[in-house]
């Protein structure tokens, strides 16, 4: 599993309020992403870091913010939740000398 | 831009059956490609790659071939087991050192005992 962890796994809240998930890793990969998971999707990208402080911008980044302050960790917050980010997240790490992706877990968000 | 398109779901099968699902892509230059597997509440796993032409992934009884004149990434099996039931996607990485992946939408496979 790439020692990919998230938390919180599942999480409901409510519209308007601040959301922040994690994702963290245990063998200093350079690169890391999250993707949200919606039915007829797929996945999609939305956003990724290529190092402490470097990130960018993915398909659907609209309403998210990221910030990666020291390599294991990726959190991925949402500034005021909405219903139509109500979804499955997934944290995926990239090894440096490869194109293949790895997934954590996944955290079920709920926005009521 | 580049986009991978897969066959709808679901996919009913018998066990020992043979299975197809179908992926087509769009992409500049020349990505790797990818099947990934999705079982009941679990994140996604790699099942198996292919990086160029004519390459091909396997792993676990899967099997896709790389087809550049097609633009396709079939998935195979030759027979089926009630465990292989998931969701799978197809996925194609881009050509960049973020290696940014775009997935189809996914194949929910169902396997009768």
């Known amino acids: 599993d790439a020692g990919i962890t998230q938390s919180p796994r599942h999480k409901v809240t409510e519209t308007g309020t601040p959301v922040t998930l994690r994702c963290h890793q245990t063998e200093n990969h350079r690169y890391m992403y999250w993707y949200r998971q919606d039915p007829g999707h797929g996945l999609r990208l939305i956003h990724y870091?290529?190092?402490?402080?470097?990130?960018d911008k993915g398909e659907v980044s609209d309403g998210y913010s990221v910030s990666r302050s020291k390599t294991e960790d990726f959190l991925l917050t949402l500034e005021s939740a909405t219903s139509s980010q109500t979804s499955v997240y997934f944290c995926a790490i990239k090894l440096d000398i490869t194109d293949t992706q790895y997934f954590g877990p996944g955290t079920r968000l709920t926005v009521l | 831009g580049d986009s991978v398109t897969q066959m709808e779901g679901p996919v009913t099968l018998s066990e020992e059956a043979f299975l197809t699902i179908n992926c087509t892509y769009t992409?500049?230059?020349?990505?790797?490609l990818f099947w990934y597997v999705q079982y009941p509440g679990e994140g996604l796993q790699l099942l198996l790659k292919?990086?160029?032409?004519?390459d091909k992934g396997s792993n676990k009884g899967f099997e896709a071939t790389y087809r550049k004149e097609t633009t396709s990434f079939h998935l195979e099996k030759g027979s089926v087991q009630v465990s292989d039931s998931a969701v799978y996607f197809c996925?194609?990485?881009?050509?960049?050192?973020?290696?940014?992946?775009?997935f189809g939408s996914g194949t929910r496979l169902s396997i009768r005992p």
């Open positions: 292919a990086t160029k032409a004519d």
């Open positions: 996925a194609l990485s881009e050509n960049s050192s973020a290696s940014k992946i775009i």
């Open positions: 992409a500049t230059g020349y990505p790797s």
């Open positions: 870091s290529y190092g402490v402080k470097d990130t």
